[in-house]
Structures are given as C-alpha cells and as structure tokens.
C-alpha cells in the first residue's frame, strides 16, 4: 500500500474523504457526492437488474450491524451476576424474574402480531395440506402429520409480518418478475399454481394432482389465495403467502429428518414420526416435503428469492454435518473453549436454525420489491433473531419440563451436543473438557455434565448472549419504516427471551 501523502494534496484528499464519508447540510459537496452515487447506483441496478450495495448512512449502519459478537467473553450484566458471584442463588433468580418481567411488560405495550397475521396464519395451515396433496393416502397422512399439531408458526408469522414491514419502503425501480410490479392489483396471481412447463403433465398422475392442488386453492376460497390481504395500509402479497408455506415445509421437513437422525421420543407433544410410520416413512415424507417446496418456490417466477431460498437447503444439510462433528477439531486438546470453539457452534446454530429464519425474511422483502437497503437489514433482523431463538432453545433443554418443551429434556448431551449453556460451564469447569471431547459417550457423562451446568454460570450467559443477538435484531428493524408491523417484529423479538417452549 502506497504511504498516504503528507503535503497539501494529500490533506486535500483528507478533506474530500470526510466529506464523502460524513455528507451533512454543512458538507453540500459530501452530499452532493454521495447523491450522485445513489443515481448512479439506481440507473446501474435498473439497467443490469443487479442489486450492488446502495452507498449512504442507511448502509453504514447495516455494516455496523454486521460485527461479530465475541461469545466466548459475554458475561452476565447486572444484579443477577452480583447475586451468583455472591452465592445468593435466590436473589439470583428474583433478578433474573425481574427482567424477564420488564420484558413482557415492554412486549404488551407493541402491536400483538396476531392482530395483524392471524387470519393470515390459520388461512396458510389449511392451503397446507392441498399443497401436499398426493394420489397415495399414507404419503397424505405422513406429509401431514407434524402440521396437525399446535407448532410455533414462527417463520410463517415472520415471513408475514416482513411483509407488511416492507410493503411500506420505498420500492425498488427497474426489476422484472412475472410476479412483480408497481400495480399489484394487474398481476396474476394464480400463476403460482400453474405449472411453469407444460412437460410436468406428461403423465396422468402428476397433471391429476396439480389439477387437484389448482383447483382446491382456486374453488375453496373464491379466490383468496390470489388477492392481496391490506390491512391498515400494509400489504401481504399471494407471493409472501405463498413463501410462508414453502417455509413452513422447509422446516417441518429438516423436522422429520432430524428425528429420525436424533432417535426421538416425542415433537410438538406427538410421537415422533418415525415412531408411529417407521424410519423409511418418515424420510420420504421429508424429501416429499422438500420436493413440493421446490415445486412452490419455483412457481413463484423469482429467481433471486429461488436462489436464496434453495441455498438454505444446502445450508441446512452443512449445518447437520457441523453438528455431528460437534467441534471444529474433536481431537484437539483444549483445557477451556476458546473463541474459535464458539464460532464454530453459532456458525452450526445459524446453519440449522438462522439461514432459513434470516433467508425468508430477506426474500420476503424482496418480494415486496424494496430498496437493497430494506432488503439488507431484513436479512440481518433474521439472522440475529434465528440465532438468539436456537441459544434459547439450547437454554430450555436445561431449564424446562419435556411437557413444557414438546421434547425430551436434555436430549442435547444425550446426543453427544456442546452447546453454549455446556461450552460457558467449560470455561469454568475444565473437567468438562473430556466428557465433550467423547461427545460424554461414557456412563455418567450426561449426568456431570448437567451438574456442572446448572453449578456454573453457563445458562445466565447463554441468556445474556441471546439477549445481544436480540438487541442486534431490533437495531436492524430500525431500519425500516415506522408501521404497527415493525412493532409486531419488535414484539416476536422480546418474546424469543421469555418463551418456554
């Protein structure tokens, strides 16, 4: 690199890097600068259809948004570490009560999402099973077995309210889609359902089903499938409607492959699938799962959201393999968990857990046709809130009742799985260090390990940490423009703390 000149030209240059950098009323030519960027950037993106970064504040504060947060030094804040350093288990708790507390009290006082999405949501679990509709009735009865019970809907829920978020931003100008354009009301929807080439139906069977699918989507809701839902000035588009089902069916179909991988007991207060139907039955309901999503998202004529949306797939099954090897290096001698050992579990956690949260969310946005900035911090709110849902799930699998949790508890050690509450107890109880290096295979692992867990500060920094990727996350829906769904977001957000289940 060329050393930075000393004399006059280069405090000119000083000068005119501040001004671009920090363009204000009193910078008019930083201002004027960056303006002309912007111009350039919209005619660039109009012209190519590629979407480059957008310079000015809003990504300045995206780039900010996108730092690492060093895990492996999260410590616990406040009264509650005072008390736990202090032994007084108690008050340790009545602290800890106190702000989960203020966190619902905060939550009550933001838009409840069901008022905005829940006609949305119960709409989407019944265009599910026409979605699924097959010519064999076991493969109906299997596809559909986890969509009969009471699951979170988080990713559909977020997939809509993203929606309504972004319906309100500034558009993006010059992007083509069959299912795309300034007028919504000129666009037919119904495309979503009709097969992109004819050659699908060159057997009986499958233009039979497809028939099925158009038909019972078409005449059982006159229509409603193919007209957007406005409420208060926000729009939820066909096309997002559509996405949150491909969602849904996504993660119910890493569901099914995931029990049959862990040997589970129980899912959402159910058998787990390979228990009632068998191993085989429960793997081809997950690849039928994944097929329809497939036929679904590219019936949506996007290819940017088909990209991303496909790559969650490949991400899923990265992530899978990341958690069977459980540490970057299983082999290496460590007498603590360092930073790299953390990195590579929030890298595994927002493989399995994060990519599809923060995906949708993203191509959510992206169909609502916003600017690369909206597009940006949708993307980033996704991927915080993914990753403080799993540590928080990591969390319940020690604190809560299976009853509670729809799961066995403590079925991660079971399955040989450090994860934060276990790799913080590590940092102070280096006797852990061989039960994960055998992924505590031995008689009385599982058991240790879970003392020394719940002895140890490792749950209050597993909440403190999932406490930072929140705050992240409302800090990207800044972002976005004022709307009672962005306090809705804000309010899912504060929930993923306080949850039990």
Request: glycine residues 6%.
């Amino acid at each position: 690199m060329a050393a930075k000149i000393r004399g006059p030209l280069g405090q000119l240059g000083a000068i005119a890097r501040d001004f671009l950098r920090r363009p204000t009323e009193t910078r008019p030519l930083g201002k004027f600068a960056v303006s002309s960027a912007k111009v350039a950037h919209l005619v660039e993106s109009t012209v190519t259809g590629v979407r480059a970064p957008l310079p000015g504040p809003q990504f300045l504060a995206i780039a900010n948004l996108k730092r690492p947060i060093a895990a492996s030094t999260v410590r616990v804040l406040g009264s509650a570490h005072a008390n736990v350093a202090t032994g007084s288990w108690a008050s340790a708790i009545d602290s800890a009560s106190e702000a989960v507390e203020a966190d619902k009290q905060q939550s009550k006082k933001l838009v409840d999402p069901k008022e905005l999405v829940g006609s949305e949501l119960s709409f989407i679990t019944d265009n599910l099973a026409r979605l699924l509709e097959s010519g064999h009735p076991m493969l109906n009865t299997v596809s559909r077995y986890y969509f009969s019970a009471s699951g979170k809907h988080i990713r559909p829920l977020l997939v809509m309210l993203v929606a309504q978020a972004t319906s309100v931003a500034t558009k993006r100008q010059g992007r083509t889609s069959m299912l795309v354009d300034t007028d919504v009301d000129q666009i037919d929807y119904s495309l979503m359902d009709r097969s992109v080439t004819q050659n699908i139906h060159s057997d009986r069977e499958s233009q039979r089903v497809n028939q099925l699918i158009e038909s019972a989507t078409k005449d059982g809701h006159g229509g409603r499938p193919y007209a957007p839902h406005v409420r208060e000035g926000l729009t939820i588009l066909p096309t997002h409607r559509r996405l949150a089902e491909i969602t849904e069916m996504i993660h119910t179909s890493s569901l099914l492959h995931d029990d049959v991988i862990d040997h589970a007991e129980t899912r959402r207060g159910l058998p787990a699938i390979q228990k009632t139907f068998g191993n085989k039955m429960a793997i081809f309901a997950g690849d039928f799962l994944l097929a329809r999503a497939s036929m679904a998202l590219a019936r949506l004529r996007d290819p940017e959201v088909i990209e991303i949306m496909a790559s969650v797939l490949s991400d899923l099954v990265d992530g899978e393999f990341k958690q069977l090897k459980n540490l970057e290096d299983d082999d290496a001698p460590m007498a603590q968990p360092d930073e790299n050992a953390f990195n590579y579990y929030l890298e595994k956690t927002y493989l399995k857990t994060g990519s599809l949260i923060a995906k949708s969310c993203r191509s959510s946005a992206i169909l609502s046709n916003t600017t690369d900035d909206i597009v940006e911090a949708s993307y980033i709110y996704g991927r915080n809130l993914g990753i403080a849902f799993q540590l928080i799930d990591d969390l319940l699998d020690f604190t809560v009742s299976a009853a509670e949790l729809g799961k066995p508890v403590g079925a991660d050690l079971e399955l040989g799985l450090a994860t934060a509450p276990v790799l913080y107890a590590w940092q102070e109880y280096p006797q852990l260090g061989p039960l994960v290096a055998r992924k505590f295979a031995r008689e009385g692992d599982v058991a240790m390990a879970w003392d020394l867990v719940h002895k140890s500060e490792g749950l209050q920094r597993t909440k403190q940490l999932a406490s930072h990727y929140m705050e992240r996350a409302i800090e990207a829906l800044a972002i976005l423009p004022a709307s009672s769904a962005r306090d809705a977001l804000e309010r899912v957000t504060l929930s993923v703390l306080t949850r039990t289940k």
